[in-house]
């Protein structure tokens, strides 16, 4: 549980960092639906570490004002938790 809210966190807070209160709240209702499927994918250590390993570029991309580096990491990590739930809940 406290995973997933400290990953709650982390993607609130680059979507408020966008300067877009449009893109926060969205992003806020969003996850609100989708917490319940989340929680249906197993919190394996290789999938938190590749997923850690994302958020850390993510971060450092942002920092460094790379925003077509961060749109990239942010798309390949948006991919790959879709396939995880897909994959969990086919």
Do not use: K
């Amino acid at each position: 549980a406290q995973y997933r809210r400290l990953d709650t966190m982390l993607h609130l807070t680059l979507a408020e960092l966008s300067g877009s209160p449009a893109l926060a709240a969205q992003y806020a209702a969003v996850r609100a639906t989708l917490n319940d499927l989340l929680d249906c994918i197993p919190l394996l250590v290789r999938n938190l570490e590749h997923s850690q390993r994302q958020h850390a570029a993510l971060v450092e991309a942002v920092l460094d004002g790379d925003a077509d580096g961060a749109r990239e990491i942010a798309r390949e990590h948006c991919a790959g938790t879709a396939a995880l739930l897909r994959g969990f809940l086919a």
